[in-house]
């Protein structure tokens, strides 16, 4: 008898079309990625990296406030690259996406294992919902290290939430799951606050007693104490440049930790993911792993708000735990909802999915066909530093650290500065760029030691490495409007009898963008254009806020996101047991 094919069921068409889903955003995303410029911390961390390899010492000739984990692994991406031949940065994306590919593998066998076993329709929601978060969420910021610590955490968050659900694991994975945490607590240690949150996930729900000592536990501390303990033998002089400057760090950037709280970036989507879980957890698939995921949450976002910058990807991995969240509130519920403002939770909850999905799947679109709007303006940068900077040196007068990477590791002209960028400056004079009153530089008698080091560093470099560029960023008109941007380099570094001399052996070559470009006059050349000098400023910033970052609302990006957003809140809440009853 010949057997009858039979169609395949609309569950298994579901599964597997849930698995090509995550193929596609993998696919989609790795391609924007690798079309994109390197992001400038990037560019950076592989630039110190490189130099440190060619002998300089961390944090005396390569200023980096951050401890010294990221610089080593980016040691190991140049060493890679110099014995093969690749690029460096092809290298740190490589292995910055194999690492990715572990972290996510390893997550998502202990949700198969111990925390959803035998659950395969979740686990199979989980796998596209987690490639999207790792992959296409991170967007500008990939490589950035909150990328990499979110990835490297996830195993240990659904370990705690397994658990908390009252599943026996087994040491190992205990272990394997810790000692990754440890390596993200450490690369940025704010993010600390996730471990006593994920510590209390069983033991609120009473699975393990408070005294208990798991696994996971004495490998995240082993490793951090091992950190330390290297950062004293290999970089003691660490210690010394933070206490230096963590002050004048502080208020680099600096927006206050409550401000935060209600306006960090992704603060809407991660509060309605945290308030869609409190209205419908009593109707929680797996409240379990509800709770471990809100409480990881929450720390992520704290962790962001304290350190007080309001840049986008501190406040990444609290996105990306939130929306994780949102999958489980509108797909892990064990009845539909009944009352009016559970559904409403739940269309709101999967609009706002749909909103994040189809912002961040758009952009990686536009980047994996080659869009850039800023690339050409860059390019041309990078083509005037190269023709003009022969075998010499670049020295790059911004706050700003895009202003230096990627432009350092695409012209292949080495840095002339032990700074990524001048932050120091404006730190030192954060009050009076948003004061009223005009900017008025202090004498060397009245600067503080940290101004004074800047000002000792960044001369000692210029004598030192004789740039044969200088890329200046041009400064706006002398406005509180203008924040940051009221900076005048030139009228700043120039004032000083010592490095005025230095700066007069430059001309003008030309103007790019916001940068203003100088070569160093060789020998006895005649000059044939202007030197550096101070100007008023003419200019000011459109479209921006106090310090440079563009504004978020009414844009066609923010319109576009509502008009979908919109949208399928008008389809969801025409769904049964979304916006109408089941």
Same mark, same amino acid.
């Given at each position: 008898?010949?057997?009858?094919?039979?169609?395949?069921?609309?569950?298994?068409?579901?599964?597997?079309?849930?698995?090509?889903?995550?193929?596609?955003?993998?696919? #989609?995303? #790795?391609?924007?990625?690798?079309?994109?410029?390197?992001?400038?911390?990037?560019?950076?961390?592989?630039?110190?990296?490189?130099?440190?390899?060619?002998?300089?010492?961390?944090?005396?000739?390569?200023?980096?406030?951050?401890?010294?984990?990221?610089?080593?692994?980016?040691?190991?991406?140049?060493?890679?690259?110099?014995?093969?031949?690749?690029?460096?940065?092809?290298?740190?994306?490589?292995?910055?996406?194999?690492?990715?590919?572990?972290?996510?593998?390893?997550?998502?066998?202990?949700?198969?294992?111990?925390?959803?076993?035998?659950? %395969?329709?979740? @686990?199979?929601?989980?796998?596209?919902?987690?490639?999207?978060?790792?992959?296409?969420?991170?967007?500008?910021?990939?490589?950035?290290?909150?990328?990499?610590? #979110?990835?490297?955490?996830?195993?240990?968050?659904?370990?705690?939430?397994?658990?908390?659900?009252?599943?026996?694991?087994?040491?190992?994975?205990?272990?394997?799951?810790?000692?990754?945490?440890?390596?993200?607590?450490?690369?940025?240690?704010?993010?600390?606050?996730?471990?006593?949150?994920?510590?209390?996930?069983?033991?609120?729900?009473?699975?393990?007693?408070?005294?208990?000592?798991?696994?996971?536990?004495?490998?995240?501390?082993?490793?951090?104490?091992?950190?330390?303990?290297?950062?004293?033998?290999?970089?003691?002089?660490?210690?010394?440049?933070?206490?230096?400057?963590?002050?004048?760090?502080?208020?680099?950037?600096?927006?206050?930790?409550?401000? #935060?709280?209600?306006?960090?970036?992704?603060?809407?989507?991660?509060?309605?993911?945290?308030?869609?879980?409190?209205?419908?957890?009593?109707?929680?698939?797996?409240?379990?792993?509800?709770?471990?995921?809100?409480?990881?949450?929450?720390?992520?976002?704290?962790?962001?708000?304290? @350190?007080?910058?309001?840049?986008?990807?501190?406040?990444?991995?609290?996105?990306?735990?939130?929306?994780?969240?949102?999958?489980?509130?509108?797909?892990?519920?064990?009845?539909?909802? &009944?009352?009016?403002?559970?559904?409403?939770?739940?269309?709101? &909850? %999967?609009?706002?999915?749909?909103?994040?999905?189809?912002?961040?799947?758009?952009?990686? &679109?536009?980047?994996?066909?080659?869009?850039?709007?800023?690339?050409?303006?860059?390019?041309?940068?990078?083509?005037?530093?190269?023709?003009?900077?022969?075998?010499?040196?670049?020295?790059?007068?911004?706050?700003?650290?895009?202003?230096?990477?990627?432009?350092?590791?695409?012209?292949?002209?080495?840095?002339?500065?032990?700074?990524?960028?001048?932050?120091?400056?404006?730190?030192?004079?954060?009050?009076?760029?948003?004061?009223?009153?005009?900017?008025?530089?202090?004498?060397?008698?009245?600067?503080?030691?940290?101004?004074?080091?800047?000002?000792?560093? *960044?001369?000692?470099?210029?004598?030192?490495?004789?740039?044969?560029?200088?890329?200046?960023?041009?400064?706006?008109?002398?406005?509180?409007?203008?924040?940051?941007?009221?900076?005048?380099?030139?009228?700043?570094?120039?004032?000083?009898?010592?490095?005025?001399?230095?700066?007069?052996?430059?001309?003008?070559?030309?103007?790019?963008?916001?940068?203003?470009?100088? *070569?160093?006059?060789?020998?006895?050349?005649?000059?044939?254009?202007?030197?550096?000098?101070?100007?008023?400023?003419?200019?000011?910033?459109?479209?921006?806020?106090?310090?440079?970052? @563009?504004?978020?609302?009414?844009?066609?990006?923010?319109? *576009?996101?509502?008009?979908?957003?919109?949208?399928?809140?008008?389809?969801?809440?025409?769904?049964?047991?979304?916006?109408?009853?089941?």
């Amino acid at each position: 008898m010949t057997a009858v094919p039979t169609e395949p069921s609309s569950e298994s068409r579901f599964e597997r079309g849930l698995t090509w889903a995550a193929g596609l955003v993998l696919l #989609l995303a #790795l391609l924007a990625e690798f079309r994109s410029l390197i992001r400038p911390d990037t560019g950076f961390l592989l630039d110190a990296a490189n130099r440190v390899l060619d002998g300089a010492v961390i944090y005396r000739d390569v200023v980096e406030i951050n401890p010294p984990l990221i610089i080593w692994l980016n040691m190991i991406a140049v060493e890679v690259s110099r014995l093969s031949g690749l690029s460096d940065m092809v290298v740190y994306r490589v292995g910055f996406t194999l690492l990715l590919l572990g972290c996510l593998g390893v997550a998502m066998t202990v949700v198969r294992c111990f925390l959803l076993p035998g659950e %395969a329709r979740l @686990q199979r929601l989980l796998l596209p919902a987690l490639a999207f978060v790792l992959f296409a969420l991170p967007g500008r910021d990939y490589g950035e290290r909150e990328h990499l610590v #979110l990835g490297l955490v996830l195993p240990y968050a659904f370990l705690a939430a397994a658990r908390a659900g009252g599943t026996p694991v087994p040491g190992g994975w205990g272990w394997l799951a810790g000692g990754l945490a440890g390596l993200g607590f450490a690369l940025k240690p704010h993010f600390l606050l996730l471990w006593p949150a994920l510590e209390c996930a069983p033991r609120l729900r009473r699975q393990l007693p408070w005294w208990r000592v798991l696994p996971e536990t004495a490998a995240i501390g082993l490793v951090l104490a091992g950190y330390l303990g290297a950062i004293a033998l290999v970089t003691p002089q660490y210690f010394e440049l933070v206490s230096r400057l963590a002050g004048a760090y502080t208020r680099f950037l600096y927006d206050p930790f409550w401000h #935060l709280l209600v306006t960090g970036p992704g603060a809407a989507v991660t509060f309605l993911a945290l308030l869609a879980t409190v209205a419908l957890r009593q109707r929680a698939g797996h409240p379990a792993l509800w709770d471990g995921l809100a409480l990881a949450t929450v720390a992520a976002y704290l962790a962001g708000a304290a @350190q007080q910058k309001g840049l986008d990807y501190h406040f990444y991995p609290s996105l990306g735990l939130a929306v994780v969240l949102l999958v489980l509130v509108t797909t892990d519920l064990r009845s539909p909802p &009944a009352r009016l403002a559970e559904r409403l939770y739940r269309v709101v &909850a %999967a609009s706002a999915l749909v909103t994040v999905a189809a912002s961040a799947l758009v952009h990686a &679109a536009a980047g994996a066909i080659g869009y850039d709007p800023q690339r050409a303006e860059f390019e041309t940068r990078v083509r005037i530093v190269r023709e003009h900077a022969g075998n010499g040196r670049v020295f790059v007068m911004s706050y700003h650290i895009g202003s230096t990477y990627p432009l350092i590791n695409y012209s292949g002209v080495r840095s002339a500065s032990r700074f990524p960028q001048l932050w120091i400056l404006p730190a030192a004079y954060w009050d009076e760029l948003h004061a009223d009153a005009p900017l008025r530089f202090r004498d060397r008698a009245q600067m503080g030691p940290v101004e004074r080091y800047l000002n000792d560093a *960044a001369l000692a470099d210029f004598e030192r490495y004789q740039p044969t560029v200088l890329v200046v960023l041009r400064h706006a008109r002398d406005l509180p409007t203008n924040g940051l941007r009221r900076l005048d380099y030139i009228a700043y570094f120039g004032r000083d009898p010592r490095f005025a001399p230095l700066l007069r052996r430059y001309q003008w070559v030309a103007d790019v963008g916001e940068y203003a470009v100088y *070569a160093r006059l060789s020998g006895a050349a005649p000059r044939s254009a202007r030197p550096p000098m101070a100007t008023a400023g003419t200019q000011d910033l459109l479209g921006t806020d106090q310090e440079g970052l @563009q504004v978020r609302l009414l844009t066609r990006a923010f319109l *576009a996101q509502l008009g979908v957003f919109l949208l399928a809140t008008a389809f969801f809440a025409r769904r049964p047991g979304f916006g109408r009853p089941a």
